[in-house]
Each structure stands twice: as C-alpha cells, then as structure tokens.
C-alpha cells in the first residue's frame, strides 16, 4: 500500500516538472518568434570591433612613430590614454595631426584623412584608452541646439579667448585661441569635450550636451551664416576697426575741408 502511494506520489512529481518544463519551452518559442530583437544589438559591436580593428591599422602605419605600439607615448608625441575619440576628431578632423614637427601649438591644416578613417582611429584609441567620448552624430545634429542659448553661453565661457566675433586672439607662452570659422561642429563639440592646448576641457557637469549643442550652433551661426546689417562687417573685430575707419575718414576729410578753406581765401 505504501509503495504504490509513493508510486502516485513521484508519478505526480514528475507529471509537475513535465508541465513546467513544457510551459517554459513554449514562452521561450513564442519570445523567440515574436519578442525577441532581430540581431540589432550583435551588429553593433560586430561593427564597432570591426572600425576598431582598422583603426588600430591606420593608428599602427600614420601615429605610432609618435605616440607609441600602445598608447603610451614616446619622444615624439605625448600618451593617447584617457584623451578619448573627442581629442581625436579635434585633433585629425582640423588637420592639426598628424604633426610634422613639434611646435609650441599644432596649426590648423588641410586634413590628411577621410573623416571614416578618423572616426576609426577614434574608435580604436577610445577602446584602448578610454576618455571623453563624441556623440555619435553628423555635423547637422550636433548643431541643432537653442541659439539664444548659445550665444550666452559663448559670450559668457568663450568669448574671452575666442573674440567675440569667433576671429581668435594671442595667449600667454607663445599661444592663441585660433578662429572659429573653418572648424566643423563635430571639431567645436569635440574641442569643448577634449580641452586642446590652453583651452580647458568642460565636463557633462559643467557644461551639458544640451549646452554644447546651443554654442556649436551658435559658433556656427556666428562665423558662416551671421549677416552684416549695418555694411561692411571690418573683420567684426567690434568697435576699434569702426573707431579707425571713423578717424582716417574723418581726419583725412577735414584736412581736405581746411585746404579747401584755405585756398578758397
């Protein structure tokens, strides 16, 4: 009698665990053919591996004489470790590298490489250093933030180094603020983020995306779209160049008015 109602006992155990393992089959099925995601997450890093991998060509044949097999720096050049994809893309996208000779601050130059072998080498040197990171968008929605906004915060964070107008100013040791006009969105977002040369690097907490956003379009507004409704823009450097015109125009008038004058009598 004992045996048979264990019998029962662990054919009814068994009966349970076939039910819970056929149950869990089925949801697993049904997720598989209607709620799982379609391979979107795998591409991603595939391609990601695979931009770091040619990157890491390119790095090794056109950076490594300078900047080390590993990141690491040497004679020529100073360590890539925690500056990030920003610092590339400033860096690469402007032309400043790569850099013939070692100079007191890297002048703008035509750039040697298509911006899909920056990015690359970004991906490579941000996936062995690690650093400030660029957004992953295209010129047009870097620069799609508030303009009024922007231009607060340029006048405000910017303007003093960078003139009010974008056109640049001198620095301290042989430096300067280079002008605006020619850099990219992605080159002005890229600047914020990495901090180049004198310029200081404004973390998330100090300045937001959101916020750098507003002042690369702002920047951009200012140097490349920005009208002139008064005339002449004389190189917008404000009211010195305005002040100079006023006294050659107005001395050199007077002195004529006054030859004038003088003949006449």
């Known amino acids: 009698m004992n045996s048979t109602a264990t019998v029962r006992k662990r054919r009814k155990q068994l009966s349970s665990y076939a039910v819970v393992?056929?149950?869990?089959?089925?949801?697993?099925?049904?997720?598989?053919?209607?709620?799982?995601?379609?391979?979107?997450?795998?591409?991603?890093?595939?391609?990601?591996?695979?931009?770091?991998?040619?990157?890491?060509?390119l790095y090794l044949?056109?950076?490594?004489?300078c900047h080390g097999l590993n990141l690491e720096g040497g004679s020529g050049g100073p360590s890539l470790i925690g500056v990030g994809a920003s610092s590339v893309v400033f860096q690469m996208e402007s032309g400043r590298m790569p850099l013939a000779a070692g100079t007191q601050q890297a002048p703008r130059k035509p750039v040697k490489y298509e911006i899909s072998e920056i990015d690359q080498i970004a991906a490579y040197i941000q996936a062995n250093g690690g650093g400030p990171e660029l957004p992953s968008a295209d010129n047009a929605d870097l620069a799609d933030g508030d303009l009024q906004l922007g231009g607060a915060l340029f006048r405000t964070n910017c303007a003093s180094c960078h003139n009010f107008a974008g056109s640049g100013g001198a620095l301290t040791y042989g430096k300067y603020a280079p002008?605006?006009?020619?850099?990219?969105?992605?080159?002005?977002?890229?600047?914020?983020?990495?901090?180049?040369e004198s310029m200081p690097r404004y973390g998330d907490n100090q300045l937001t995306p959101e916020e750098k956003r507003a002042i690369t379009r702002y920047v951009r507004y200012l140097t490349q779209e920005a009208d002139n409704p008064g005339g002449a823009g004389l190189g917008r450097y404000g009211p010195i160049s305005e002040g100079l015109v006023a006294w050659v125009v107005g001395i050199t008038a007077l002195v004529g008015l006054t030859l004038w004058i003088g003949a006449r009598a």
Request: glycine share 10%; charged share 15%.
């Open 61 to 65: 044949t056109g950076c490594s004489t």
């Open 179 to 196: 002008e605006l006009k020619s850099a990219s969105a992605r080159v002005i977002y890229a600047a914020m983020q990495s901090g180049p």
């Open 21 to 57: 393992l056929l149950a869990l089959s089925l949801v697993g099925t049904l997720y598989t053919a209607f709620g799982a995601p379609e391979g979107q997450a795998q591409d991603a890093p595939a391609n990601q591996s695979m931009a770091v991998k040619e990157g890491r060509e």
